[in-house]
T-cell receptor
Framework: NAGVTQTPKFRVLKTGQSMTLLCAQD?????MYWYRQDPGMGLRLIHY???????AKGEVPDGYNVSRLKKQNFLLGLESAAPSQTSVYFC????????????FGDGTRLSIL | AQRVTQPEKLLSVFKGAPVELKCNYS??????LFWYVQYSRQRLQLLLR??SRESIKGFTADLNKGETSFHLKKPFAQEEDSAMYYC???????????FGAGTRLFVKA
């Protein structure tokens, strides 16, 4: 099983450019999440989704948008990239029932110049 | 406010020595607590959760509600334990998980 797959794995952008990070899961999970990981700050939740067609803001949502048009996919968009968004981005998913552990993708390393 | 604190950014021990990775939390309800681990070049994965009360790879963690702590312990560290460890807290609804800043464990030969 692939589990959680993130594309791309690496990307370099110029300030002001836009891009979309794709997360796909094949476990039929209801919940999906986008985190950013920065040195000394752990993982911070950007946005999350509790089901198809629903999204909600996390801890650091500014500058990002998300969509969950299909249950298995969760897209993270940067409309106008800024150097402060240079980070490693992780997608995760989990089952709906109870407080289930999250399953993570390999991450996307994004650099904004 | 909900918060997870891992006071040590880096912990270095010798092989065979006991290891304890500290985790303190702040939460008003009944938390669900987890330890996640990220080995070099691998994805972040669940190590253990307090509700399971199990030992994984020799690691255990006890929830101390009085001290609001969930420290991760192993009596004899192995070189393969070298990794980044994250303590995490899930809220009552299970929608969101809050992660600590992480502790990098380095086990020396």
């Amino acid at each position: 099983n692939a589990g959680v797959t993130q594309t791309p794995k690496f990307r370099v952008l110029k300030t002001g450019q836009s891009m979309t990070l794709l997360c796909a899961q094949d476990m039929n999970h209801e919940y999906m999440y986008w985190y950013r990981q920065d040195p000394g700050m752990g993982l911070r939740l950007i946005h999350y989704s509790v089901g198809e067609g629903t999204t909600a803001k996390g801890e650091v949502p500014d500058g990002y948008n998300v969509s969950r048009l299909k249950k298995q996919n969760f897209l993270l968009g940067l409309e106008s990239a800024a150097p402060s968004q240079t980070s490693v981005y992780f997608c995760a998913s989990s089952r709906q029932v109870g407080n289930q552990p999250q399953h993570f993708g390999d991450g996307t390393r994004l650099s904004i110049l | 406010a909900q918060r997870v604190t891992q006071p040590e950014k880096l912990l270095s021990v010798f092989k065979g020595a006991p290891v304890e990775l500290k985790c303190n939390y702040s939460y008003s309800g009944s938390p669900e607590l987890f330890w996640y681990v990220q080995y070099s070049r691998q994805r972040l994965q669940l190590l253990l959760r307090h509700i399971s009360r199990e030992s994984i790879k020799g690691f255990t963690a006890d929830l101390n509600k009085g001290e609001t702590s969930f420290h991760l312990k192993k009596p004899f560290a192995q070189e393969e334990d070298s990794a980044m460890y994250y303590c995490a807290l899930s809220d009552t609804g299970g929608f969101k998980t809050i992660f600590g800043a992480g502790t990098r464990l380095f086990v020396k030969a």
